[in-house]
């Protein structure tokens, strides 16, 4: 069980009604009660008084009370949309830590913000992990708008095109308005310039409305550097541990528990108060913890329960590289119990496969044999030596499901990270960007689109940041220099602080309706239309699944069956046709995908609709090329 101290503090049940609060149940930051009544609730031992100053109203002064650390109270006359800030006894004031809406951005007062709101989708209960087709995207760069709103006019495509989920970069208030959101430093509050907290409910409103669940990728690892006022409160952060961004966050020293209830809480609103449907834990390696019981096992277990007592399916999906199997075993397994993952090692064997480059840490999947290895085992680094981590990396995936990885291509830091943001499809021919993604949705595991891929989004996507402090900004001029060194890359990186730079990440939407960019969208919409119906495509099970390399270790051979149906796909990732003898299951096979076929832009398929295997068959397969049969 959790500690009594943290899970007693937890954001308000979802049927509690809010004018029946105490002080002492107050959430954190304020919470609008009705009738013009506003609790205010802040954690900050390090004030020995606070009041909080309505600034929208001649700067009226109202005091807390303090209670074991908490100031706390509950003010009259301060209806929704008032700006308020905290002051300390010596005349400091600052915004709320856990505000929920920075409508002048994060060094200026916080707005009280009314929990209201006109849901349309009474009837959706999520979608079960298995089923998510997820689609990553950028909410600033998704559409000329970079609004909520603006995505809102791209849903019925996505929806077109098969995706199922979409997938939110940050969207905690983050300085200025370009921003690729991990600099957030007010974690409850929605960034301003992407609509705020209205405008992220009537988009997960309109997601639900059209069967897509909505992911939401959260920062508990850090927080940025400008705006962030959290040490003038209380000790968040502790420097017993640094992570990349410096002193990391407090999850297992003194008063510790009360920084729980505040990531805690955090989590549990996005999903009460508007209806998200996951969380994507950004870069759990930097969270430090060495306490019996984790955070992240903490928080996996009050999300699971918050969507039980909701009736909702809600997921926990980390991002690691430490390719350790216990944060998504169960806790019966003496794991954290998060419920998936993201797998690099998917993509960067598929990129080395595709590329030939092997540089900084792709280093560690030379080989076709790599790529076999993750369709087979989930993790390629899982307890054998790393050439780039100079040690033993990672632990078996045997006890994992396959349905606990998500795959993909090419994501914002596979793109992003790149030298001049280059897409997957600038770096290899048409014919191999189509077998990338025959590789990634035909996987046994949970498929995931970048923004644009599904096109061959020809802008790059660029890293961006707006801060306002010039000795910042020249900080992370020099820090994108240095993060690569690794990498045989040339030193042409675009201006992380220039507004062109974030103007040139901007989608073309108009290109899936033209040329080859069309032809490229048809494809995706087939591979993801044939993973639904196929039941041994969307049987997830890699008990059920036989990957082998055939044809002199050039080509793979993919065999996945649930029960007397089976599916069976051969990628030849070589630059020349190559012939394979594949052991086939007795029957007559069906042939529903030829990569190379006209129809897909290739140079024409030469294979029958329809082959009887005895046991064996071979067929020739084009370069750079994918074929899918069914039974």
Known sequence: MPPATTAQKLTTPPNRGLANLTMSELPLGATYLGDGQTGFNVWAPKATSLEVVIASQQNRAVPLDRIDGYHCTIAADVPPGTRYLFRFPDGRQWPDPASRFQPEG????????ASEFAWTDSTWRGLPLAEYVLYELHVGVFTPEGTFDGVISQLDALVELGIT?????????FPGRRNWGYDGVHPFAVQNSYGGPL??????????????????????NHLGPEGNYFNEYAPYFTERYHTPWGAALNFDGP????????FLSNALEWITAYYIDALRLDAIHAIVDESAFP????????????????????????ESNRNDPRHILSAQQNGFGLDAQWNDDFEHALRVALTGNADGYYCDYRGLEKLAKAFRDGFVLDGGYSSFYRRRHGAPASAVRAGQLVVFSQNHDQV???????????????????????????????????????YAEQAPFLYFVSHSDPALLEAVRKGRREEFVDFEWPDTWPDPCSEQTFDRSH??????????HATMWNYYQELIRLRKEQSALWNLDKNSMNVELVSDGEAIFVLRMAGADGAAMVMNFADHDVDATLELPCG????????????????GSQLARETTSSGNIRVQIARRSALVWVR
């Open 507 to 516: 989608l073309n939407h108009a290109l899936r309706f033209d040329g080859r």
């Open 106 to 113: 994060v060094h200026k007062p916080s707005a009280v913000v």
């Open 416 to 454: 992003g990270n790149r030298p001049c943001g280059e897409r997957l499809c600038h770096d290899v021919d048409f014919e191999s960007a189509k077998l990338a993604a025959a590789a990634v949705i035909f996987s046994a595991s949970i498929p995931l689109l970048f923004m644009g891929e599904e």
């Open 588 to 603: 007559i096979w069906r042939r529903v995908l030829d990569s190379s076929d006209v129809q897909w832009g290739g140079p």
């Open 165 to 173: 989920a979409i997938e939110l970069m940050p969207l905690a208030q």
């Open 199 to 220: 405008g992220l409910k009537r988009l997960v409103d309109a997601a639900h409305v059209r069967g897509l669940a909505v992911v939401l990728d959260v920062v508990y």
């Open 295 to 318: 955070f992240l096992k903490e928080l996996a277990a009050a999300v699971r329960a918050r969507g039980e007592e909701l009736g909702r399916h809600v997921f926990t999906i980390a």
């Open 255 to 262: 008063n510790s528990d009360e920084v729980r209830r505040f």
